[in-house]
């Protein structure tokens, strides 16, 4: 597609449930990104994928939070006995590894709120 | 560890004045910086970077910032403000440790710029 392009926008869910949310990258774009923004914060990595594998999971909170992207394109961000805390913008963003041009393209996010 | 700030939450600026939205920096070595705007409803844009070279850089819609080693900053800034600029800005580093390929950025807590007619 034309941009990054995130589902659902929005998702209301309980605590304690499990989510999926979607990203799919600009074509071509190899490297892949998960950021969790808070109401007046900025964006906090959460985890880096190059191709299919993982890079760099550094920023996932705690292990009930996990990333695949098995076909090296569309990736989910899966969160298991949702909390309250993980309330927040979930953005996605997509750039063309190697180029080392710093630039991101962002999804406009998906809005989790957990009950 | 890299970080930004971003000192202001909130700027005012009539339309047409000169404007400045300020970022600071902490890295070890040299920083790769960058500034990130989002408009209402959609998601974040690149407006600029500093990677090396001349320290006044240029991006999209007239911004531009400067890069200050001395006083560790790269604030943004516009010679005459548009009500269409009003948005939030994030000031961004990238991490220097990071693989060559891995881009994340360690963003600040953003700056809401407001245009007043």
């Known amino acids: 597609g034309a941009g990054v392009s995130q589902t659902p926008s929005n998702k209301v869910t309980e605590k304690g449930k499990y989510v999926e949310l979607r990203c799919d990258p600009i074509?071509?774009?190899?490297?892949l990104y998960w950021y969790r923004q808070s109401l007046g914060q900025g964006p906090e990595f959460l985890i880096y994928?190059?191709?299919?594998?993982?890079?760099?999971d550094s920023g996932l909170p705690n292990d009930r939070f996990f990333a695949v992207r098995p076909e090296g394109s569309v990736s989910t961000l899966k969160i298991q006995r949702t909390e309250r805390g993980d309330s927040a913008m979930y953005l996605c963003?997509?750039?063309?590894?190697?180029?080392?041009?710093?630039?991101?393209?962002f999804g406009e996010g998906s809005r989790l709120t957990v009950l | 560890a890299q970080s930004v700030a971003q000192p202001e939450d909130q700027v005012n600026v009539a339309e047409g004045n000169p404007l400045t939205v300020k970022c600071t920096y902490s890295?070890?070595?040299?920083?790769?910086l960058f500034w990130y705007v989002q408009y209402p409803n959609r998601g974040l844009q690149f407006l600029l970077k500093y990677i090396t070279g001349d320290n006044l850089v240029k991006g999209s819609y007239g911004f531009e910032a400067e890069f200050n080693k001395s006083q560790t900053s790269f604030h943004l800034k516009k010679p005459s403000a548009l009500v269409s600029d009003s948005a939030l800005y994030f000031c961004a580093v990238r991490d220097i440790r990071s693989n060559f390929g891995n881009e994340k950025l360690t963003f600040g807590t953003g700056t809401r710029l407001t245009i007043i007619p």
């Open positions: 890295v070890s070595g040299n920083p790769y």
């Open positions: 963003a997509s750039s063309l590894a190697g180029k080392n041009t710093g630039e991101l393209f």
């Open positions: 074509s071509g774009h190899t490297a």
């Open positions: 994928f190059q191709g299919t594998g993982a890079a760099d």
